[in-house]
């Protein structure tokens, strides 16, 4: 039997930010209090930091993530990675009040072509290189800047398992995205595979191409020498 996921949901990141707020609050309001609610950094101008966990805000740290993430069992801990059932429940409209007016998400299949013509998760773009990634993600200027903060954009990453490329792509583009203009990326657990098996009437065409299936051998040298990874 497996092991029950354990997630952490937008409401309850919302919760917590609103009694860390309302614990400062009070501590400024009562100087006599003997117990302090801000945590005093290290730093020899001793400046005090509120007690946020910033791992429960997005890459800006605007607002706090909109989907819900796994917090065990994961392979990938730097990366916030969401369970195929979360994906599924994006793509059918679950998550409208959390995306907000305007809100929308993007799916980036990084396997490589031959496997992404076989069979992908619905609207998937297939970004499988650094050099596609530099393609499909360009530095915003400052009006579309101003458009990403009044509508919410979030990024969905998979591979074959999410083991690998996936993540590398993912890394790739938060180390080099310096204006945070990218600042929601999640990671799909398990990747193609698990999402393949559970929601097959979510990806188009239904088929599943395996990185190492027979007959492809040439495909998949190529695809490793153009990755560039």
Not at 140 to 157: D, G, M, N, P, S
Not at 209 to 226: A, F, I, T
Request: hydrophobic content about 30%; glycine content about 6%; some cysteine.
């Amino acid at each position: 039997m497996c092991s029950k996921l354990n997630i952490v949901t937008p409401e309850e990141l919302n919760a917590k930010v609103e009694q860390e707020d309302s614990q400062v609050e009070t501590s400024s309001a009562d100087p006599s209090s003997s117990v302090s609610k801000l945590e005093t950094s290290s730093s020899s101008s001793d400046i005090k930091t509120p007690l946020i966990n910033e791992s429960q805000l997005i890459g800006d740290l605007g607002k706090p993530y909109a989907l819900p993430f796994l917090l065990e069992g994961t392979r990938h801990r730097d990366l916030k990675t969401i369970s195929s059932d979360t994906l599924a429940r994006l793509m059918q409209g679950e998550f409208a009040k959390e995306l907000g007016p305007g809100g929308r998400y993007n799916i980036i299949d990084c396997r490589y072509p031959y496997e992404y013509k076989g069979g992908h998760i619905r609207y998937a773009w297939n970004v499988y290189s650094l050099y596609h990634v530099r393609k499909a993600f360009p530095d915003l200027t400052e009006e579309l800047k101003q458009e990403r903060v009044a509508q919410r954009v979030i990024y969905v990453f998979y591979c074959e398992f999410s083991a690998m490329r996936a993540a590398k792509i993912m890394r790739f583009l938060r180390n080099h995205d310096l204006n945070e203009d990218y600042p929601e990326l999640y990671l799909l657990h398990k990747g193609y595979n698990a999402f393949h098996g559970s929601y097959l009437d979510l990806c188009e065409p239904k088929g599943y191409v395996k990185m190492l299936s027979p007959g492809y051998e040439h495909d998949y040298l190529l695809g490793r020498l153009q990755a560039g990874m």
